[in-house]
């Protein structure tokens, strides 16, 4: 199971990468593993500012539907228009290819709340 140890991580199995005041999200490789062959990604709030946790879209693989939840509050500026035609991406390269968007967060604080990979892999290994 692959957890780069420079991303943040949530409890909800997305990872964060910090780059300035932009945060790019996705899913972790466990929860792509866990989810199965991914069919379809939808995000439909672009442009919307939601609160940390708030739903920001779906993820749908063959067997079932996931809400995917914002880990920091903030605007979302852009969304991987490239999972449209390919959303095995988020299986096949989660934290490359298969990232689904980014956000420019509000408050840099939040980021204090989020798991680092060591605590990440203690949560999926039970």
Known sequence: MNTPSE???TKDHEWI???GDIATIGITDFAQSELGDIVYVEVDTLDETLDMEEVFGTV???KTVSDLF???SGEII???EGLE???EKVNSDPYGDGWM???KFSDA???DKLLSADDYKALISG
């Open 85 to 87: 035609d390919e959303p």
């Open 78 to 80: 852009e969304f991987n």
């Open 7 to 9: 991303l943040k991580y």
């Open 60 to 62: 749908e693989a063959v």
């Open 70 to 72: 914002l880990p920091l």
């Open 17 to 19: 990468k910090i780059e």
């Open 101 to 103: 968007i980014k956000l």
């Open 109 to 111: 604080s939040q980021i």
